[in-house]
């Protein structure tokens, strides 16, 4: 099975980071690596609720997995316990065979001190996502999650 795990540190209490996961206003900020916008057509955080986002890239990359800027994606929550963890399963909308196929993220949130870890395991990637490409992306989007959630 192909997986990535990203841990990622946030100086706020797991409660105020699993809201920042299942608010659709704030995933549209955090969800998103540097030089793509975010777009969330519909976002149900119930356990069985389910969702749609785009990410599109700002300039020309002709890399997207949906159309050429774009990387859009759907699934479903299959778990949300407040304040512990969320886990939702999402698929590519692609025609690209290599894409295709359902994937399971799971966020677990671990509280220290005055800290929270997160934890994003992003499990059963397509052959066509790179683990490393894909890791990367994580970390800069839990940064993100990180600097929205200690923002206040």
Known sequence: MRFTRVTQPVRARPGRVYQALIDPEAVVTW????????????????????????????????????????????????????????VQV?????DDPVMRGEMTIRYTLVEAGDTTYVAAEHENLPPGLSEEDNALGWRLSLAQLAKLVEAG
């Open 31 to 86: 969800m998103v690596p540097p030089g793509m916008r975010s777009e969330v057509h519909a976002f149900d955080a119930r356990e069985g609720g389910s969702f749609r986002i785009s990410l599109s890239y700002r300039a020309p990359t002709g890399t997207g997995k949906t159309s050429p800027q774009t990387d859009t994606f759907h699934g479903r929550f299959v778990e949300l316990v407040p304040g512990e963890r969320v």
């Open 90 to 94: 999402v698929e590519f909308e692609t």
